[in-house]
């Protein structure tokens, strides 16, 4: 030892007998030996001088002992033996590959296993458990910085001396023995730190420690499994006496065949000469026969391998070296820890997975830490199903959330094996336990199946529902069986793979089994090949190309009267003053760029180019002089595009090197396309068909003696899917398949695998059955095959070329252009649909026959012969297909599916957005909802307009969106599948005409007063407040105020929440009417479950919301009856007057209707006029109640009512006002959608004009 160190350790005390005698200098020398540890070199030679002198089990152990009074001494102490025992693999960051360091690091690791034997006492565990118990018992105002050190010291002691591995080569001890690890537990246990380690785990004050709780429990448990735990201390089942009775029996059978072969291997009659023999047919190294030198009843272990040298594999390709054996401990060790389990699934183990899954998700945690919380969730929940499985204690692990976290972990150790080769043994290792994992979630989930709750059954149900419906969770086996690499990963990795691939199909198989067709994910990754660079095809320059070139610049310059656009004239630069180029032959590539602009057909530029290059080069007239005539220019300009001027060659390409290429590579661009299918669980097992995923089956298979029954059956029920269920026994036609079958008949414990030996009868039996018909099955025998292969050797070879490319006699090419030339413009919508009957070879399809007529060059493109979607190219309805339409839907206007039904009996058939557009334009509904399937309530008197309520009928005025956002999403859904590029168009125009109501709406805003209310809002806020809500409205008014300010300082716009602080204020946020306010307001509800509250969307802006809070000032009275409305709706004169001006001022702002626009207006009133006078005469007159937005329209209509044409007029007029008068209006209280902000309120104008006018015109009925 260093003689300072010797000196510092000696200054420590002495240990004289039990009693330790510190020295004065005690504490500054442990201070001493801290700093050495601080200084010391990579071999770690501090550490391994001190481990050498024993200082931890004779100086430090016995001054925490007895001195623990001396607080500063005790927490240098812990802190010097928090450094002397973390592990050895922090020390040297990894296991050292150099031989000197691997003896430091070996002379670590004795040095902590002999202090783990000594901290194995009770007495020194009961100073630490008292300790931590005096700590805990602190609160927090009362507890210092040093007492939180201390305590997370103490913690990462106890880690490191449970961390520190057995040593193989002095505990040569038995299962139901203790360890030193059995012994530590056994300590721990008696001082009642396990205790402490589980209040850690439950106490809401103490989650910080969760990290480091879970650290010390995972180790605790290192040498023990689930199954031993839960059996401890019970009898054995009888499943499990007849599980080991069964293994004796093979073991017995095994034995017998063993010493019946070595009796048939030795002679009947003793031979004191072996003897020598001449092996006919059996080649030498020369030409003869080999000769054998030992007994006869022994060649037939005869190989020509005997006596060499074993190869040696390379390092690399050795199989992955398996994890230690797990031992069985002590009874009573084992007794106390499943106590330990029962009470921290009980108490703790929900909040801790909690608190742990949270610091990982916040990377909070150091790295690698979720191999922790993966252990964790599939040793309890192991523990959990056998012993007494309760789904309340695993809750909290038990969820889509989980799947998702273990799913992306996965994904991650995958990722890293492949980019860390040299760690990739340490990514397998936590790879193989986000597997086990994951398997234990899927057992769970089966548990619960089971489970005599239904509503556990239900839960379990929607789980499975969850993941066979996500494509990443259906296919992640798919994935790992395909990936598997035996170098870097274990057997035991395999096995548990291998059983989850089981489990989860046979979940899946008897999920599908319940239901006659499961949707699914489905996501479809398109690739888009750019180029780097595309080069630009050179222009025709042949005579009659530049003629007829020239014809289109002429015509489109004397179009254009040889005026240019000021922006065409600033945009053009005939040269580069910051260039190097002389300018001369700037002037040179200025002709060139006009001659360019000539061939590319574009007039304007050239001309504008032309007449700047002059005023830059005005000498010589080379581009005209400076008065030339417009006629001079275009001659000067028919002289350039003819003329053959000098370019520059382009520059050569540089070569680069061979990695980035010679030219430039096409760029893959994936694009992800999710959508929906129908789930055939026969297909998805045919993906499994594949020899990538059947050799890891039979790798594992090759172990067949050493796996457990279960494992066995897993394999042969994979294997039977493959070759019983799918036909596709002629993948395992491979000769090493054969061999291990070979292996299994002739196995003496042959009857213990039954399933095996039945399995392998069946395959060779079908081989053999084969190999009759083909006589190359024996050939077939050395490769492993895929599916096109093996269907190829059971059904028949093909010749080359059959089956590639349909062939075309002349005859048949003849029929075709015939066929082809005489439909050609007959102006069928389809003409390969109206070819395929007419050709004479029935049998081909679609697909051949354009083919065909593109090679034979009779269309260009085949996108020319698409098939184009049925009713997406009718745009335009005829009188006879409108008066259809009103009769089916007086047919089928009571029926549960009104739209459903009118789209089967429609004649031209049209998509189902079309449909609607025109039922809402030809006023036979009014809203879109009324088109819905009815479930429980009829939609009768809302479509025929009686029984309508004042709000009801404002809320169609106003285009009121169904209540459902769901309904109105998934229709919009369906309308945007079935809408086509004339849609898109018509969507295109409706969106500008919607940009320039919202604009005049905004502009008709700022005209009124701020404080104008609605009546309907107003009609509420007096429910309101009858109802006691005044001090909510008076909450809600300010917040509105507030939130309006704040937008007009800030000049941004956020979404706010409205947070209820008081009970008064959450009581009216519950009320349904207070909400119903709030949706006329504008205020939209959670839009999912991340939201709690309500929030004022960022769209409405500040004069908005003052206008708002406005309306919901207190009114003292509330006007009833009819009559009072009607007063209430009569305004003075005046403001009739200040009125018309105003609308007077509106229309001469806004631009004209144009006459399309007006001829569909009157279309649909003449409609709605008919209509209602057929139903007037049959049904009673509904109320006459009008609306508050249309009282001043109506009036007006009926003071100026004086001619039937001067009165259409004035309709489509007041129907314009009334559309920038509801613009503002919805803005402020949408009446519909939950979730609409501004811009979803805001409906197409078209829709919402020919809403509008029906419902002006019943009222003027």
Known sequence: MNCELLATCSALGYLEGEIYHKEVDCLESVKDLIRYLRHEDDTRDVRQQLGAGQIVQNDLLPIII?????????????????????????????????????????????????????????????????????????????RQEEDTLLIERILLLVRNV??????????????????????????IHMSGFDDLVKFLASAQSEQQWSMHVLEIISLMFRDQTPEALVSAGHARSAEEKQRDSQELEALREKEHAAKRSRTFQRGTRHSRFGGSFVVQGLKSIGDKDVIYHRKVNNFKNYTHDTGKAVRRVPKRNRQAQECKDKRRSALNVRLFLREFCVDFLENCYNRLMYLVKESLIREQTQQHDETYYLWALSFFMAFNRGNGFRADLVSETMSIRAFHFIERNITNYYEMILTDRKEATSWSRRMHLALKAYQELLLTVNEMDNS???????????????????????????????????????????????????????????????????????????????????????????????EETWRIVEEELKASGFQLSEALTESIVPFDATSETPLEEQRTEAMVRVQDA???????????????????????????????????????????????????????????????????????????????????????????????????????LNSYSRNTPHTNHCIARMLHRLAVNLKMDALLYQLSVFNLFNKILSDPAAAAYKELVTFAKYVLNRFFAVAAKNNKAYIELLFWKNVGAAREMTE??????????????????????????????????????TLLPLLSNSNRTRRQVVTQLVHMGLVDNAKELKKQKVGTRIVLWTEEQEQELEMLFEEYKDSDDVLGNILKKLTAKRSRARVVDKMLSMGLVSERRELKKKRSRSAQGKRSGKGMTEEEF???????????????????????????????????????????????????????????????????????????????????????????????????SQAVPLVPLTEANEEAMENKNFRKLLRKLGIRPPANEQETFWRIPAKINASQLRSAAAALSPREEEPKGDEEQDSSRSPTVESQEEQQQQQQQQQQEEEEVSSEQRTHALRALLLARKRKQHTSEQTAPVSDI????????????????????????????????????????????????????????????????????????????
Request: proline share 5%; with cysteine; charged share 40%.
């Open 66 to 142: 007895q001195h623990r009074q001396d607080k500063p001494l005790f927490d240098a102490c812990i802190r010097l033996m928090v450094n002397l025992t973390q592990p050895a693999m922090l020390c040297f960051g990894k296991v050292p590959d150099d031989p000197v360091f691997r003896h430091h690091f070996l002379e670590v690791t004795s040095h902590l296993q002999a202090y783990k034997e000594a901290f194995a006492s009770e007495r020194v565990f009961g100073i630490l458990s008292e300790i931590l118990y005096n700590l805990l018992q602190l609160d927090w105002e009362q």
């Open 162 to 187: 449970l961390h520190v591995p057995a040593d193989p080569c002095e505990e040569k001890k038995v299962d139901d023995d203790a360890s030193v690890h059995d012994r530590l537990l056994w300590a």
């Open 452 to 546: 005599k709750d239904e509503s556990i059954r239900q839960s379990s149900s929607v789980i499975k529902s969850n993941i066979f419906y996500l494509m990443e969770y259906r296919e992640i086996f798919l994935t790992l069986l395909r990936k598997y690499d035996e170098t870097s990963q274990p057997q035991s990795y395999l096995k548990d793979l291998v059983e989850s691939t089981h489990l989860f199909l046979r979940m899946l198989e008897h999920f599908c089994k319940g239901r006659k067709n499961l949707m699914v994910q489905k996501k479809k990754v398109k690739r888009k090949r750019s180029r780097g660079e595309r080069k630009s095809l050179a222009p025709d320059t042949s005579p009659e190309a530049l």
């Open 598 to 700: 000539l061939l590319a057909r574009l007039g304007p530029e050239a001309l504008g180019l032309l007449r700047a290059a002059r005023e830059v080069w005005p000498e010589g007239d080379v581009f005209g002089s400076a008065d030339v005539e417009p006629e001079e220019e275009l001659e000067l300009l028919q002289q350039i595009l003819k003329a053959n001027l000098p370019r520059a060659s382009p520059p050569e390409p540089v070569i680069e090197d061979e990695d980035d290429g010679v030219e430039l590579e096409e760029e893959e661009l994936e694009s992800v396309q999710v959508s929906e299918s129908e789930f055939n669980f026969l297909d998805f097992i045919k993906r499994f068909a594949t020899p990538s995923i059947v050799r890891p089956y039979l790798l594992l």
């Open 796 to 833: 028949g070879y093909t010749k080359d070329g059959e089956g590639k490319k349909p062939t075309w006699t002349e005859e048949e090419e003849e029929e075709l252009r015939k066929l082809f030339e005489e439909h050609r413009h007959s102006g069928v919508p389809d003409i390969v649909e």
């Open 954 to 1052: 404002l809320e169609g005025l106003t285009q009121g969106f169904p209540d459902n956002p769901v309904d109105r999403d998934d229709e919009e859904v369906e309308d945007e599948s079935d809408e086509s590029e004339e849609d898109e168009e018509e969507e295109e125009e409706e969106e500008q005409e919607r940009e320039k109501s919202q604009n005049r709406g905004r502009r008709n805003q700022s005209l009124h007063s701020p404080v104008e209310r609605r009546a309907d809002v107003g009609s509420m806020v007096y429910a309101l407040q009858q109802e006691g809500l005044s001090g909510p409205m008076l909450w809600l008014q300010n917040c509105l105020n507030r939130t309006a300010e704040d937008r007009e300082d800030d000049g941004v």
């Open 1186 to 1261: 009008t609306p508050v937005e249309d009282t001043d329209n109506t009036t007006e209509r009926s003071q100026e009512k004086t001619s039937t044409k001067r009165s259409r007029s004035r309709v489509l007029d007041d129907d314009e006002d009334n559309e920038e008068d509801s613009t503002p209006a919805v803005k402020m209280d949408p009446s519909g959608d939950t979730d609409s902000d501004r811009e979803d309120i805001s409906a197409p104008v078209k829709r919402r004009r020919k809403m509008v006018l029906i419902d002006e015109e019943e009222d003027e009925d």
